[in-house]
Nanobody, 114 residues
Framework: VQLAESGGGLVQSGGSLRLSCTAS????????MSWARQVPGKGLEWICG???????FYEDSVKGRFTISRDNAKNTVYLQMNNLKPEDTAVYFC?????????RGQGTQVTVSS
């Protein structure tokens, strides 16, 4: 199983970024894909997820600003982030729970300047 994130960077407050995560090694369309983030010294924060049936969940701090989507033909999950705030600064990971183990990628840094 491999997950590879891309699309992070430096953006000003109020700006937008779109993260991508390409997956391999499992039947992508059959599993929930999630995004999480982490800042130094703090635990992993699960911010959103997209179930195989299309249902989604969002953590309150990103609801209305972030949108998760997926392209099963490309084995890719996306995170569209709008109206970014300095408190969104973190390393962002995509992840999937395959039962025995949760897998996540290496992460991509998002930095939002004020």
């Amino acid at each position: 199983v491999q997950l590879a994130e891309s699309g992070g960077g430096l953006v000003q407050s109020g700006g937008s970024l779109r993260l991508s995560c390409t997956a391999s090694g499992f039947t992508f369309s059959s599993y929930t894909m999630s995004w999480a983030r982490q800042v130094p010294g703090k635990g992993l924060e699960w911010i959103c997820g997209l179930y195989p049936d299309g249902n989604t969940f969002y953590e309150d701090s990103v609801k209305g600003r972030f949108t998760i989507s997926r392209d099963n033909a490309k084995n890719t999950v996306y995170l569209q982030m709008n109206n970014l705030k300095p408190e969104d600064t973190a390393v962002y990971f995509c992840a999937t729970d395959l039962g025995p183990q949760i897998y996540r990628g290496q992460g991509t840094q998002v930095t939002v300047s004020s």
